[in-house]
T-cell receptor, first 113, second 112 residues
């Protein structure tokens, strides 16, 4: 069955370290998204991509970057982790033809100490 | 500025009764609306959606109502079941776009 996976599921890192969170989908979806979930804020969009080599900033993109070298993967990099980036991170994907429904991964809980 | 608002952070309802979750939006460019359900330690899953050309969409126990003039939508769950205990997110989409704007979520607890 097609799916979307995230790794690691849990990560503890220190302030200032570079961290990369992986996202892999097997639906062959063009659209991929990264969100963070924080209490009182719901899901906020960090970065998104509508195809290979395409990346765009979302509403909370400062301190994060993404790259899209193939259809299946959209890794999220925290260049220099900060305590404010402690959060739960969700990756999602959707079809271009349908577009509306996004399918989410299980999430990565990141703690920056 | 949050364009999709869920002003009730939590809702407690007795099993078998109706759950009503509310959502307001400010951007008149939104033309498609979705509800997602999220259990702890899992990703959100799509529940039900509605296009702006409709005012109601029903799927089993779940019905979404849209009032465009009031920029308001609601999700009705009838009857509520213990498995419905979860966080529910309202989300909206602009025409021709694929990015979702989410509300803060409402935690529903169904009491036995």
């Amino acid at each position: 069955d097609a799916e979307i996976t995230q790794s690691p599921r849990h990560k503890i890192t220190e302030t200032g370290r570079q961290v990369t969170l992986a996202c892999h989908q097997t639906w062959n979806h063009n659209n991929m998204f990264w969100y963070r979930q924080d209490l009182g804020h719901g899901l906020r969009l960090i970065h998104y991509s509508y195809g290979v080599q395409d990346t765009n900033k979302g509403e909370v993109s400062d301190g994060y970057s993404v790259s899209r070298s193939n259809t299946e993967d959209l890794p999220l990099t925290l260049e220099s982790a900060a305590s404010s980036q402690t959060s739960v991170y969700f990756c999602a994907s959707s079809e271009s033809t349908r577009g509306h429904e996004q399918y989410f991964g299980p999430g990565t809980r990141l703690t920056v100490t | 500025d949050q364009q999709v608002k869920q002003n009730s952070p939590s809702l407690s309802v007795q099993e078998g009764r109706i759950s009503i979750l509310n959502c307001d939006y400010t951007n008149s460019m939104f033309d498609y609306f979705l509800w997602y359900k999220k259990y702890p330690a899992e990703g959100p899953t799509f529940l039900i959606s509605i296009s702006s050309i409709k005012d109601k969409n029903e799927d089993g126990r779940f019905t979404v109502f849209l009032n465009k003039s009031a920029k308001h939508l609601s999700l009705h769950i009838v009857p509520s079941q213990p498995g419905d205990s979860a966080v529910y997110f309202c989300a909206a989409l602009k025409a021709g776009d694929y990015k979702l704007s989410f509300g803060a979520g409402t935690t529903v607890t169904v009491r036995a």
